[in-house]
């Protein structure tokens, strides 16, 4: 069993920040590329931002967020983090935290999602 815990969403005023968390729990042999996905309403899902298990100078942005967030990762901790900078209007979604990871070393590797949280953008 895995389990992937977002944390830190909520409503920010244009030009505010905040900061998502994400952690994994559960059995978890090693985790691979960690990543942040956002879908807002009437749209597909898209990729926000991802790390891969080599830590910060292994990271990918959308365009739309270069310059603006920037994702982090705690291994010890199983933990991902996204600091969200000068958010605007068009960042409103649902965020949700992805893992690729294996549960045994003999197992596959999969993906595993979060529940998922708000961030709404608004004055």
């Known amino acids: 069993q895995v389990q992937l815990v977002e944390s830190g969403g909520g409503l920010v005023q244009p030009g505010g920040s905040l900061r998502l968390s994400c952690a994994a729990s559960g059995s978890i042999f090693k985790i691979y590329a960690m990543g942040w996905y956002r879908q807002a309403p009437g749209k597909q899902r898209e990729l926000v931002a991802a790390?891969?298990?080599?830590?910060?100078?292994?990271?990918n942005y959308t365009d739309s967020v270069k310059g603006r967030f920037t994702i982090s990762r705690d291994n010890a901790k199983n933990t991902v983090y996204l600091q969200m900078n000068s958010l605007k209007v068009e960042d409103t979604a649902v965020y949700y935290c992805n893992a690729d990871l294996q549960t045994r070393w003999f197992t596959k590797r999969y993906d595993y999602w979060g529940q998922g949280t708000q961030v709404t953008v608004s004055s």
């Open positions: 790390i891969t298990s080599g830590g910060s100078t292994n990271t």
